[in-house]
């Protein structure tokens, strides 16, 4: 039964947060992992998204770097066969496939067995500070609002939303420079030797702009099989929008609709095997890259990321390298890291700088906008969002905030670090 007193809340159930509630409740701490949809997984789940990206390193022997709640993640998937074999993409990083709908199960079942409570439908929407110290915060739910407070708090929201609520420095989204979002679409019908690669994708997509069809943004993008079907999920309808302003969200969401459809009439008559196509949806969400950026006392760098740089306070590894999405039509550009290892993420990025109980997990950690674009896929938010997490667990104890001890405990919990 939901309480009105916890050690640590975590605010968002995407792959941070899922991570950051098993990793306080199994550090013994009394968890709260709130999620405002109904279901777990965050972008993977709301939008589809087919692959845990930031699992395996790049190199030519490609090591796994996740462990800890990830690789509990990795494990599960596999026993309900809600997953495919890691494989390469077309530009050699390694994906870790899943079929999203067994990744709600698959998280709510790892949480619940944590011990952490989970709170769906809820959505985090006001908060009280002590000084420097979240107090309490406030959760909106159909019923009434429910005021919840804790020793320490974890913003897991991608969005930065407890960030913002609780006055902690960030920064705002600049969105005429913010990476593209896009609108995942899934489609049925698709013969089973149709080829959807991107160069397949990109010699169709030129004959239906030819052809006038619109709207129509990527000139190619990135499309697989989605594990255990024949249904093809494809990344293509770009749209710039500001995640924060429901305004820009829903015009943004209905162009990429309209596109998603232009898409289809695309491949229906120029991609060999889309002939009896038809789509099964889209998003539902569109995919939100970037929004705002939390201040932490370190804010790890491209330079980081590209040197692999090595830190004393590591918490978490990253490997995914630079991935920007910065144009309408064109593919997304890379920065690899040095010699396709991984670089190591300092607890200090996880620490809000001016709030002294608040840890940060997932794609709002402390950066600048280039290692983002490294450390926001969901192998890595996993990754912070354990440490932050166990990092939050030690509020209040003898082990505050003491670096040897939130990696002993991560390592007992299983975490490469
Ligand atoms: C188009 C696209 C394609 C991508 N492809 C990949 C890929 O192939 N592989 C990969 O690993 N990564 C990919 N990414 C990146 C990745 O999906 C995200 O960066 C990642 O989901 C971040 O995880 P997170 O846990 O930080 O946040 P999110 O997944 O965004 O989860 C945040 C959660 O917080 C909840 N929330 C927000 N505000 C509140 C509130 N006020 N109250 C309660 N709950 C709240 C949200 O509902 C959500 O469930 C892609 C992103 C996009 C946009």
Same mark, same amino acid.
């Given at each position: 039964m939901l309480q009105n007193n916890y050690d640590v809340v975590v605010i968002g159930g995407g792959a941070g947060g899922v991570a950051a509630a098993i990793g306080a409740a199994q550090a013994g701490k009394k968890a709260l992992l709130v999620e405002r949809s109904s279901y777990?997984?965050?972008?993977?789940?709301?939008?589809?998204?087919?692959?845990?990206?930031?699992?395996?390193?790049?190199?030519?022997n490609s090591e796994q770097i996740a462990g800890?709640?990830?690789?509990?993640?990795?494990?599960?998937?596999?026993?309900?066969?809600?997953?495919?074999?890691?494989?390469?993409?077309?530009?050699?990083?390694?994906?870790?496939p899943v079929n999203n709908e067994m990744t709600k199960i698959v998280l709510e079942e790892l949480v619940m067995q944590s011990g952490a409570h989970l709170l769906l439908n809820s959505q985090l929407?006001?908060?009280?500070?002590?000084?420097?110290?979240?107090?309490?915060?406030?959760?909106?739910?159909?019923?009434?609002?429910v005021q919840i407070t804790a020793q320490a708090f974890v913003d897991a929201s991608g969005d930065g939303n407890l960030v913002y609520l609780s006055g902690a420095e960030h920064t705002s989204p600049d969105v005429e420079n913010l990476q593209f979002g896009s609108l995942l679409t899934r489609f049925g019908g698709v013969a089973s030797e149709a080829d959807v690669s991107p160069a397949a994708l990109r010699a169709a997509i030129a004959q239906g702009k030819a052809a006038g069809i619109t709207p129509l943004s990527k000139d190619s993008g990135?499309?697989?099989?989605?594990?255990?079907?024949?249904?093809?999920?494809?990344?293509?309808?770009?749209? *710039?929008?500001?995640?924060? !302003?429901?305004?820009?969200?829903?015009?943004?969401? $209905?162009?990429?609709?309209?596109? =998603?459809? @232009?898409?289809?009439?695309?491949?229906?008559?120029?991609?060999?095997?889309?002939?009896?196509?038809?789509?099964?949806?889209?998003?539902?969400?569109?995919?939100?890259?970037?929004?705002?950026?939390?201040?932490?006392?370190?804010?790890?760098?491209?330079?980081?990321?590209?040197?692999a740089a090595t830190v004393d306070d590591a918490i978490a590894r990253g490997c995914w390298p630079i991935e920007r999405h910065t144009s309408a039509n064109k593919m997304?550009?890379?920065?690899?890291?040095?010699?396709?290892?991984?670089?190591?993420?300092?607890?200090?990025?996880? *620490?809000?700088?001016?709030? !002294?109980?608040?840890?940060?997990?997932?794609?709002? $950690?402390?950066?600048?906008?280039? =290692?983002? @674009?490294?450390?926001?896929?969901m192998g890595t938010a996993f990754l912070t969002g354990h440490a932050a997490g166990i990092a939050a667990s030690m509020k209040n104890t003898s082990t505050e905030n003491d670096i040897a001890a939130i990696q002993c405990e991560l390592k007992r919990q299983g975490a490469l670090i």
């Open positions: 777990l997984g965050g972008q993977a789940t709301h939008c589809s998204i087919p692959t845990y990206d930031g699992f395996f390193t790049r190199h030519e800890g709640v990830a690789s509990m993640v990795m494990e599960k998937l596999k026993q309900y066969r809600g997953c495919g074999e890691p494989l390469r993409s077309p530009w050699g990083n390694v994906m870790f929407c006001d908060v009280v500070r002590n000084g420097n110290t979240i107090k309490s915060i406030t959760l909106l739910t159909d019923g009434d609002k990135f499309a697989m099989r989605i594990v255990g079907t024949e249904d093809v999920i494809a990344i293509l309808c770009n749209e *710039k929008v500001n995640p924060l !302003d429901a305004d820009s969200m829903t015009q943004g969401q $209905i162009r990429a609709r309209k596109q =998603a459809m @232009a898409y289809l009439d695309t491949f229906k008559r120029f991609l060999p095997g889309f002939e009896q196509a038809y789509v099964i949806n889209t998003g539902p969400h569109i995919g939100i890259r970037e929004s705002r950026h939390a201040v932490g006392e370190y804010a790890l760098t491209g330079d980081d990321v590209v040197n997304q550009v890379y920065t690899w890291i040095k010699d396709d290892g991984y670089y190591e993420i300092p607890l200090r990025s996880l *620490k809000s700088i001016n709030i !002294d109980n608040l840890w940060l997990a997932g794609r709002i $950690i402390s950066c600048d906008s280039e =290692a983002f @674009a490294s450390v926001r896929v």
